[in-house]
């Protein structure tokens, strides 16, 4: 039977936690080369100590010039939300970065109300000029999925500009200077690509307007799992269809939402896992069990990427 350890132990560990992904996120700080995005979420470690956890995706080019680093920060669990903006706040003047951020994603065990209250703190409140050089950017619970449909979007508008070149002045313009598809309009196959593209764009505009409202890092995390689970799905079922159905179009185009999904999981995702992780009603049981729905493969090498 495994014994318990005891409460310095705990702590003393906890520490060590702590200044290991302190270290590991400085080493990441270094190698990075892109804008930044911030995240925010607290970790419980002990009942009676917590760490806000401030993590940097992406660095940019003037981040490094300066070596800057923004700092894990121990606080209080029963902090609230004006003495934990502060501490946020903190790391970031010292970096005389405050003027240049945009806004923090907030993911705290905090009534909701309170949380609302802190993610008043946006790029609203900033001119449009400091707004258009934010070296902070929101990653919001929807980041990933605005990603995943713009590229549904960016194909719909491929086939729209199409017939919006076959103008009634098209003959009055020279030879020279028309369009190459001046006089060309999309097939009736093309348009029931961009139909299929637009009914499963609606479906994430339902699932984008639903997490507004959720009042927990579970609903997001199932959420955005049940449109990667959806997206998998219709790609399967429009690439190995029959020929009544197999459209390759719109099947090439959910095999790069797959993709898009594949290339930002990390980033998005670790809001939600964390938090379900530590959270005694769900653990990580939770997580596995919805990996286990996508594939065994995935299920299988989760504990390893976890540890990563």
């Known amino acids: 039977m495994a014994t318990m350890p005891s409460r310095f132990d705990?702590?003393?560990?906890?520490w060590k936690l702590h200044d290991q992904k302190q270290s590991r996120?400085?080493?990441?700080?270094?190698?990075?080369?892109?804008?930044?995005?911030?995240?925010?979420?607290?970790?419980?470690y002990d009942p009676s100590l917590a760490f806000l956890c401030l993590r940097v995706h992406y660095i940019d080019d003037e981040w490094e010039k300066h070596q800057k680093n923004i700092r894990f920060s121990p606080i209080n669990p029963s902090c609230n939300a004006d003495e934990l903006s502060d501490?946020?706040?903190?790391?970031?003047?010292?970096?005389?970065?405050?003027?240049?951020?945009?806004?923090?994603?907030?993911?705290?065990?905090?009534?909701?109300?309170?949380?609302?209250?802190?993610?008043?703190?946006?790029?609203?409140?900033?001119?449009?000029?400091?707004?258009?050089?934010?070296?902070?950017?929101?990653?919001?619970?929807?980041?990933l999925l605005d990603r995943v449909m713009q590229l549904g979007q960016d194909e719909i508008d491929k086939f729209m500009k199409k017939p919006a070149k076959c103008s009634s002045a098209v003959?009055?313009?020279?030879?020279?200077?028309?369009?190459?598809?001046?006089?060309?309009?999309?097939?009736?196959?093309?348009?029931?690509?961009?139909?299929?593209?637009?009914e499963i764009l609606e479906h994430f505009h339902r699932h984008m307007d639903s997490m507004h409202n959720s009042p927990c890092p579970v609903n997001f995390y199932d959420m955005l799992w049940e449109v990667k689970r959806?997206?998998?799905?219709?790609?399967n079922f429009y690439s190995q269809g029959g020929?009544?159905?197999?459209?390759?179009?719109?099947?090439?185009?959910?095999?790069?939402?797959?993709?898009?999904?594949?290339?930002?999981?990390e980033v998005c995702f670790f809001h939600f896992c964390v938090p379900i992780v530590m959270d005694p009603r769900y653990r990580l049981e939770h997580i596995k069990s919805s990996v286990l729905l996508i594939s065994w493969e995935s299920y299988r090498h989760l504990d390893t990427e976890i540890e990563e």
């Open 10 to 14: 705990l702590i003393g560990n906890s």
């Open 25 to 44: 996120l400085m080493e990441r700080l270094k190698a990075l080369r892109s804008q930044v995005s911030l995240s925010a979420c607290m970790c419980h």
């Open 87 to 143: 501490i946020i706040l903190r790391p970031l003047k010292n970096g005389v970065y405050v003027a240049r951020f945009s806004a923090l994603y907030w993911m705290m065990h905090l009534p909701k109300a309170q949380w609302l209250q802190m993610s008043k703190l946006d790029s609203r409140k900033l001119n449009k000029v400091a707004a258009d050089q934010s070296l902070f950017v929101i990653r919001y619970a929807t980041h």
């Open 171 to 198: 003959g009055l313009i020279p030879s020279v200077v028309q369009y190459p598809n001046c006089r060309y309009s999309p097939s009736s196959k093309e348009w029931i690509t961009a139909e299929e593209i637009c």
């Open 230 to 235: 959806e997206v998998r799905c219709e790609a």
């Open 243 to 265: 020929f009544a159905y197999k459209d390759e179009g719109f099947s090439n185009m959910l095999k790069k939402m797959q993709q898009k999904f594949k290339e930002h999981r």
